[in-house]
């Protein structure tokens, strides 16, 4: 139990924390396979491991808190930060990181790690529970960017309805990291239709629309109901608040 409290005080730590902790190489591998085999750690996967709790027997670091360690630049992102800030419409079995390093998806205790490209550093605040995580602007803009990808679009419109507000210069900024013209246009559209329930200015849409692709594109994959938003140059849905006033719906897989 000599390491436990340290380690216990870091939730969850790597080899290298070990080997600051111990001092030397060999100790870090014998402290390790040792309090793997009493039962003090877990490996939630390759040079990461979890403490457990003496008194209740979990593994003491949450979900935000491992994903914020699978590597050094790792943060809580996507439908996954808007759950650490209570913006999340369900709860979802997957949690999305952010990170420049190539990482497999893993699972542990029940929980799937899912990786997803990091656009950069800017909006990351690192909190004193260890916890990396995207700002809520800059998780509104990369879930816009991926909502095909974490759960679909009636879930991203729904997140966004429980948000009080959001800072328009924010906003920019994180759109900024990404430079690309037709995610303007889908962030002009979606957030435009919600500009009341946000709080957002018109000079925040002047400036999308400025910034936006001369070209026409689609919201997604396209569908029979679209139709062509001129402000936005964007084949989409007529009318997004339909789309969760109705619930289910066909565009619950996009």
Known sequence: M???????????????????????????????????????????????????????????PNRYQIASRVTDDACVSHHSAFEYYGYGNQVFYDVYFATEKRVRSF???????????????????ETDTGVRVTSLERT??????????????EELLRCLLLIPSLDPDKLLTALELYGRGQLYQKTGYILETLKDELSLPEYFFTECEKRSSASKTYLFEKQSDFVLHNRWKLFAPQDLKAIVDKGVTDYDAI
């Not at 790690?113 to 950069?120: A, D, E, K, M, T």
């Not at 509104?140 to 679009?153: N, R």
């Open 2 to 60: 000599e390491r436990y409290k340290e380690l216990a005080a870091l939730r969850c730590f790597t080899h290298k924390d070990m080997v600051h902790l111990t001092g030397s190489e060999s100790a870090a591998v014998w402290q390790i396979k040792n309090y793997l085999q009493k039962g003090y750690i877990e490996r939630v996967r390759r040079d990461l491991y979890a403490v457990i709790s003496m008194e209740t027997g979990q593994a003491i």
């Open 107 to 125: 699972s542990y205790d029940g929980v799937s790690y899912c990786p997803l490209i990091c656009r950069g550093k800017a909006g990351v605040t």
């Open 140 to 153: 509104v803009i990369d879930s816009i960017a991926d909502f095909e990808k974490i759960g679909g679009l």
